[in-house]
Every structure is written in structure tokens, then in C-alpha cells.
Nanobody
């Protein structure tokens, strides 16, 4: 199983980005998927989780109301709105059951 993130980039404060995490390969461990981020000099931080079927989601307080996780077939999305400079980090998706991480995508929020 492999995960591939995309959609990162440079955006101004208040702007939006949508990250994608494409899952390839077979997994028989269920497909709970989470997003994490890691800012320079800080520990990796959990952002959001989505369960199979997409009906159940959870968010960290730091992003609640601004970020939305969703899924479609083999892709999990993270819609990020009202971005702040403090959201600057490398964003990773994580396949929980298989303990597999993507390579990360850089998000930079700056004017």
C-alpha cells in the first residue's frame, strides 16, 4: 500500500487549499485515514481522521470549523479554508490500519 499527497503550495492568509491523498495498492486492515502536519521544530500534530464510508470524522481544535476531511473512492481530501500563518507545515496522510505514511506535501501560508 502507498499513499501520495498532493495539493500543497503557497497561499496568502485567509486563503484556501485542498490537499489530496491517493491510496494505491490493497489493504485488508480497514481504511481509517488521518491527516497530520509537522511545522519546523515542532512535533507531528494530528489534524483529522475519517472512517470507512466517510460518515464519521474528527478534527483537532486548532482546525475545527476551518478544515474539512472527506473521501471519494481511493482518495481522501483535506479542504483547508481561512488559512493562517500558523498552518504552515508539511502535511502527511496516514493509513492507520496498515501504519503507512505518505511522503508529505508542503503548505506555506504567507503574505
Amino acid at each position: 500500500v502507498q499513499l501520495m499527497e498532493s495539493g500543497g503550495g503557497l497561499v496568502q492568509p485567509g486563503g484556501s487549499l485542498r490537499l489530496s491523498c491517493t491510496i494505491s495498492g490493497f489493504t485488508d486492515q480497514g481504511d481509517v485515514v488521518a491527516w497530520y502536519r509537522q511545522a519546523p521544530g515542532k512535533e507531528r500534530e494530528w489534524i483529522s481522521t475519517i472512517r470507512p464510508g466517510g460518515l464519521f470524522t474528527n478534527y483537532a481544535d486548532s482546525v475545527k470549523g476551518r478544515f474539512t476531511i472527506s473521501r471519494d473512492s481511493n482518495t481522501v481530501y483535506l479542504q483547508m479554508n481561512m488559512l493562517k500563518p500558523s498552518d504552515t507545515a508539511v502535511y502527511y496522510c496516514y493509513l492507520v490500519g496498515d501504519d503507512v505514511w505518505g511522503q508529505g506535501t508542503q503548505v506555506t501560508v504567507s503574505s
